[in-house]
């Protein structure tokens, strides 16, 4: 126990994914235990934040639009998103690190592409613009924190 204390922070990453390595029942340390360990640190890392659950993006061109998204292991996003008497479905989207991505084809034919990134305060911000019209822009904040 108290050579944990003292150790550092890559001896201790070094601990953390031994112990996943492990859990998820990997082989024994071989010569490949390196790429081994780097691929279950990429995969624990990946998704960074979970955005399921239902939320609002208000937009600065007035709109305020609520998903009710679903986020799988791998950071994919799925789910449906309204606006006024719009609905859209979340057609491709991902969490990854600190960044969101997400495609909304909304039933009036428009199909929006949003970015954004988590904040410092867990809030998420980006910006959106229309796939079949680009020069129709508008940045986009949450209130809800993640």
């Given amino acids: 126990m108290s050579a ?12 953390a994914v031994a112990a996943l390595l492990a859990f998820a029942g990997a082989a024994p340390a071989t010569a490949a235990a390196p790429s081994s360990a780097r691929r279950a640190v990429a995969v624990v890392a990946a998704a ?11 937009q600065s061109n007035g709109f305020a639009v ?24 979340i057609e491709e989207g991902s969490v990854d690190g600190a960044s ?12 929006g592409r949003y970015t954004g990134s988590l904040g410092p305060d867990r ?24």
């Avoid at 944990?4 to 601990?15: D, F, H, N, Q, W």
């Avoid at 009710?68 to 479905?89: F, M, N, P």
């Avoid at 969101?100 to 199909?111: M, P």
């Avoid at 809030?123 to 993640?146: C, E, I, M, V």
């Fill in 4 to 15: 944990l204390r003292t150790s550092s922070p890559s001896a201790l990453a070094a601990v």
């Fill in 48 to 58: 960074g934040f979970n955005a399921g659950g239902t939320w609002q993006l208000h």
């Fill in 66 to 89: 609520t998903l009710d998204v679903t986020q799988d292991g791998s950071g994919r996003l799925y789910g449906t998103a309204s606006a006024g008497g719009t609905v859209g479905t």
């Fill in 100 to 111: 969101i991505f997400f495609t909304i084809g909304w039933s009036n034919g428009s199909k």
């Fill in 123 to 146: 809030r998420l911000s980006g910006t959106t613009f229309d796939l079949n019209n680009p020069s129709s822009q508008a940045t986009w904040f949450t209130d809800r924190t993640f």
